[in-house]
T-cell receptor, first 114, second 110 residues
Framework: NAGVTQTPKFQVLKTGQSMTLQCAQDMNHEYMSWYRQDPGMGLRLIHYSVGAGITDQGEVPNGYNVSRSTTEDFPLRLLSAAPSQTSVYFCASSYTGASGNTIYFGEGSWLTVV | DAKTTQPNSMESNEEEPVHLPCNHSTISGTDYIHWYRQLPSQGPEYVIHGLTSNVNNRMASLAIAEDRKSSTLILHRATLRDAAVYYC???????????FGKGTHLIIQP
């Protein structure tokens, strides 16, 4: 059981470059989300999705786009990377978005923008 | 701003119980209380959650105050593998996601 899989694990980008962080889950979860974690800080919600075709913004959405064409996949796109987007990114999923559901996290993607 | 208050760090000895406190005075009636932990260089890992009653699972126990404004995560017998940052979160789900504060850095001494 793979759970939540993120790729790549490490990436270095130059300022202005674009890239996509991939996230896939095999648990048939409706709810998926992306968080970023800066050094010594907690996680902050970037975007989330309550089902295929539905996405919405979280706490820190600027500079990021998402789409949800299938239940399994929820890619995060950086259109024009900036040094402020250097962070660790975590994808997460849960059965639904209800408050009592357990959320499962991927292992993280370490992104450095130079 | 984080919606919960936790000590920045705590230290305990191996094989002793650990009580990790959390204050969540702004919790609403339908919010669940969640605890997650994060080991170095890993994603957060679910520990336990509850609504009103105390909860037990194989990892830990969760004691919730009667007014629900605070809770305590109890690790009954700490091991070195329990050294991690522990996050206490209350969530209404959906757009709220999980609002992580800085958590409590738990140090376990052998």
């Amino acid at each position: 059981n793979a759970g939540v899989t993120q790729t790549p694990k490490f990436q270095v980008l130059k300022t202005g470059q674009s890239m996509t962080l991939q996230c896939a889950q095999d648990m048939n979860h409706e709810y998926m989300s992306w968080y970023r974690q800066d050094p010594g800080m907690g996680l902050r919600l970037i975007h989330y999705s309550v089902g295929a075709g539905i996405t919405d913004q979280g706490e820190v959405p600027n500079g990021y786009n998402v789409s949800r064409s299938t239940t399994e996949d929820f890619p995060l796109r950086l259109l024009s990377a900036a040094p402020s987007q250097t962070s660790v990114y975590f994808c997460a999923s849960s059965y639904t978005g209800a408050s009592g559901n357990t959320i499962y996290f991927g292992e993280g993607s370490w992104l450095t923008v130079v | 701003d984080a919606k919960t208050t936790q000590p920045n760090s705590m230290e305990s000895n191996e094989e002793e119980p650990v009580h990790l406190p959390c204050n969540h005075s702004t919790i609403s009636g339908t919010d669940y209380i969640h605890w997650y932990r994060q080991l170095p260089s890993q994603g957060p890992e679910y520990v336990i959650h509850g609504l009103t009653s105390n909860v037990n699972n194989r990892m830990a126990s969760l004691a919730i105050a009667e007014d629900r404004k605070s809770s305590t995560l109890i690790l009954h017998r700490a091991t070195l593998r329990d050294a991690a940052v522990y996050y206490c979160i209350h969530s209404g789900g959906g757009a709220d996601g999980l609002t992580f504060g800085k958590g409590t850095h738990l140090i376990i001494q052998p």
